[in-house]
């Protein structure tokens, strides 16, 4: 082999070599789940780009991966209550960044959005709605607190960032609190029962005066009914009368007692 197919060679081999590297840096992939940011030479592109494959200023120009994807990412913060109490609540937050954005924060926040935008709007909204409820009804009304907590993040990011929703994993009060608040509902507990008990005997002794003054009542009727109609006393004599015919066996004038007897048992007892 000649020295001139050898320098040939050589010089096709560099000129491969080059243009695979300017190849390579002429063209870019966005892989799914992500939006580019292209930056030419310190200057950001006012475009996203979309995933796939694509071309750029070799050298010049580099594509920087911003996920779009919904991420679920862990808070714990502190917060006081309105009786001054400290609160530790542990927060998961679900969030994604819009493609109108995904420009915006990347020459805005350094980093990562959450870190640098997301968790201290968190934080800010949670001790704003802590604020106003005492220790006690924050472990209470949880359910509350995340809503409203929801909703003052989103109106504090406004549409920068789509929080989609945010959970209270839990909720941790100092030992001294979480005793006070178990023995206060303890004490409720006790005295809801004792209510309980009371209004119970409340009804009973109200049922025993009404079923006595029914009593009084009927005892009352009756009496002025026999009154008004003695031959209801008759009536009644006929209703009870078992079919046999009584007999009246006296003492005579003088008084004593009148005994009643059946004729027919009477006369069995003749001789």
Same mark, same amino acid.
């Given at each position: 082999?000649?020295?001139?197919?050898?320098?040939?060679?050589?010089?096709? &081999?560099?000129?491969?070599?080059?243009? /695979?590297?300017?190849?390579?840096?002429? $063209?870019?992939?966005?892989?799914? &789940?992500?939006?580019?940011?292209?930056?030419?030479?310190?200057?950001?592109?006012?475009?996203?780009?979309?995933?796939?494959?694509?071309?750029?200023?070799?050298?010049?120009?580099?594509?920087?991966?911003? +996920?779009?994807?919904?991420?679920?990412?862990?808070?714990?913060?502190?917060?006081?209550?309105?009786?001054?109490?400290?609160?530790?609540?542990?927060?998961?937050?679900?969030?994604? #960044?819009?493609?109108?954005?995904?420009?915006? !924060?990347?020459? %805005?926040?350094?980093?990562?959005?959450? %870190?640098?935008? /997301? =968790?201290?709007?968190?934080?800010?909204?949670?001790?704003?709605?802590? =604020?106003?409820?005492?220790?006690?009804?924050?472990?209470?009304?949880?359910?509350?607190?995340? +809503?409203?907590?929801?909703?003052? $993040?989103?109106?504090?990011?406004?549409?920068?960032?789509? #929080?989609?929703? #945010?959970?209270? /994993?839990?909720?941790?009060?100092?030992?001294?609190?979480?005793?006070?608040?178990?023995?206060?509902?303890?004490?409720?507990?006790?005295?809801?029962?004792?209510?309980? !008990?009371?209004?119970?005997?409340?009804?009973?002794?109200? $049922?025993?005066?009404?079923?006595?003054? &029914?009593?009084?009542?009927?005892?009352?009727?009756?009496?002025?009914?026999?009154?008004?109609?003695?031959?209801?006393?008759?009536?009644?004599?006929? %209703?009870?009368?078992?079919?046999?015919?009584?007999?009246?066996?006296?003492?005579? +004038?003088?008084?004593?007692?009148?005994?009643?007897?059946?004729?027919?048992?009477? !006369?069995?007892?003749?001789?």
């Amino acid at each position: 082999m000649s020295q001139r197919t050898i320098s040939f060679l050589v010089g096709l &081999g560099i000129v491969i070599f080059v243009l /695979v590297i300017v190849g390579s840096q002429a $063209t870019y992939i966005v892989q799914p &789940g992500n939006r580019g940011v292209q930056v030419t030479l310190g200057k950001v592109d006012v475009d996203f780009k979309p995933e796939g494959f694509g071309l750029k200023t070799p050298f010049l120009s580099r594509i920087v991966p911003v +996920t779009v994807r919904q991420r679920t990412v862990a808070l714990s913060t502190e917060c006081y209550s309105s009786d001054l109490q400290q609160v530790n609540v542990q927060l998961k937050v679900l969030f994604r #960044i819009p493609e109108d954005s995904v420009v915006k !924060i990347y020459q %805005e926040y350094s980093g990562d959005p959450f %870190e640098s935008l /997301v =968790a201290p709007r968190v934080a800010e909204a949670l001790k704003e709605v802590a =604020a106003l409820r005492s220790a006690e009804r924050i472990v209470q009304a949880r359910e509350e607190v995340k +809503t409203e907590t929801l909703v003052g $993040t989103r109106t504090k990011i406004s549409s920068l960032i789509n #929080i989609v929703d #945010i959970t209270i /994993v839990d909720i941790a009060l100092s030992r001294e609190l979480e005793a006070a608040i178990e023995a206060k509902m303890v004490q409720e507990q006790e005295a809801a029962k004792a209510q309980f !008990i009371q209004k119970k005997s409340e009804i009973e002794a109200n $049922t025993a005066i009404i079923i006595a003054k &029914g009593e009084a009542e009927a005892i009352r009727i009756r009496g002025e009914a026999l009154k008004n109609n003695p031959d209801l006393i008759k009536l009644q004599i006929v %209703e009870k009368w078992d079919g046999h015919t009584p007999i009246v066996v006296g003492g005579g +004038t003088g008084g004593g007692a009148n005994i009643l007897l059946p004729i027919g048992d009477l !006369i069995r007892a003749q001789p």
